[in-house]
């Protein structure tokens, strides 16, 4: 079946740093990737998204390249701000699957000051 | 204006009773979703309706029944709570062109106590 491993949490940064999230997924034929952001007490905002290879996906500063060869979706920001502090998971949907989302573990990233 | 729309947004209730979810969208979609968060922030997907027909039930007690009475309405009754059912319940909505893209609901935090 389908899955997505993210990179282990949790990631403390100072602002203005690199960011970079780790994901590989594991799926037949050519899903659909996304990463979804989730801010403290709220629900999940899609960040950006790739439907085929080689697509980047871009959104507020953050972006990710849909890595076919690599089977990855690395999400990558310049330049972070303390309100980027969140859960970020990466996920892959296809058609023959219901279009259901199957998700990573999900990255708790704080970000200070 | 909200797109996605679920009530309560927390639900508190003792073991044994019996409670429903209530999620709309106004998205103009076809197709819905209900997804659980246990307390690790793990996503799991439980059902999907299409139109109004299921078209996805994972391994969910049968306890949980969803319903759809058009195609923006998807509620989520559940029977009998256990504690192990604690967790945050997403609904979300997509259409399948062009890109299956999901939208979330706020999120109802249910505890079991």
């Known amino acids: 079946g389908n899955s997505v491993t993210q990179m282990e949490g949790p990631v403390t940064l100072s602002e203005e740093a690199f960011l970079t999230i780790n994901c590989t997924y594991t799926a037949t034929g050519y899903p659909s990737l996304f990463w979804y952001v989730q801010y403290p007490g709220e629900g999940l905002q899609l960040l950006l998204k790739a439907t085929k290879a080689d697509d980047k996906g871009s959104n507020k500063g953050f972006e990710a390249t849909y890595r076919k060869e690599t089977t990855s979706f690395h999400l990558e920001k310049g330049s972070v701000q303390v309100s980027d502090s969140a859960v970020y998971f990466c996920a892959l949907s296809q058609r023959a699957s219901g279009s259901r989302l199957t998700f990573g573990e999900g990255t708790q990233l704080t970000v200070n000051p | 204006d909200t797109a996605v729309s679920q009530t309560p947004k927390y639900l508190v209730t003792q073991m044994g009773n019996d409670k429903s979810i209530k999620c709309e969208q106004n998205?103009?979609?076809?197709?819905m979703y209900w997804y659980k968060q246990d307390s690790k922030k793990f996503l799991k997907i439980m059902f999907s309706y299409n139109n109004k027909e299921l078209i996805i039930n994972e391994t969910v007690p049968n306890r949980f029944s969803p319903k759809s009475p058009d195609k923006a309405h998807l509620n989520l009754h559940i029977n009998s709570l256990e504690l192990g059912d604690s967790a945050v319940y997403f609904c979300?909505?997509?259409?399948?062109?062009?890109?299956?893209?999901?939208?979330f609901g706020p999120g109802t935090r249910l505890t079991v106590l």
């Open positions: 998205l103009g979609h076809d197709t």
């Open positions: 979300a909505s997509s259409q399948p062109l062009p890109t299956d893209t999901q939208y």
